[in-house]
């Protein structure tokens, strides 16, 4: 079965915003490279945190490609943790706003077609 537009443009953004997260593992790992990691095991950490994520968001857009709940969900509960990262970013002096937009519009654009998808498919 092929999946509708709406859950394909909701799995194009969730891979990019896996490839947004990959990015971002990397720029960390030059940075750990060059030396610049205050603690070692803790930078470590959180580029594999980040590349864990990365992939999440990865099955979450092949899933919703192919249809599956389990994905649409996923995408959601991430989509949810973006926009919440986005508002809690607010509370830095001075607010980074190219933080804030890059990643709170992709989670609120991301939301809403990811709960458009699974009430198209529930229609139809």
Known sequence: MRSPRLATVAAALLALEGVALTVVALIELV?????????????????VLTLIGAAAL???ALGT????????????????????????????????????LGVGLPGIIGFLLLIASARSESVG
């Open 31 to 47: 940075g750990l490279g060059a030396g610049e990691a205050a603690s070692l095991p803790t930078a470590i950490a959180l580029i």
């Open 58 to 60: 990865f099955a979450f």
């Open 65 to 100: 490609r192919r249809g599956r709940t389990w994905a649409r969900s996923g995408g959601v509960v991430l989509q949810v943790l973006a926009v919440a990262l986005a508002l809690a970013s607010l509370t830095v002096q001075p607010v980074l706003w190219a933080f804030v």
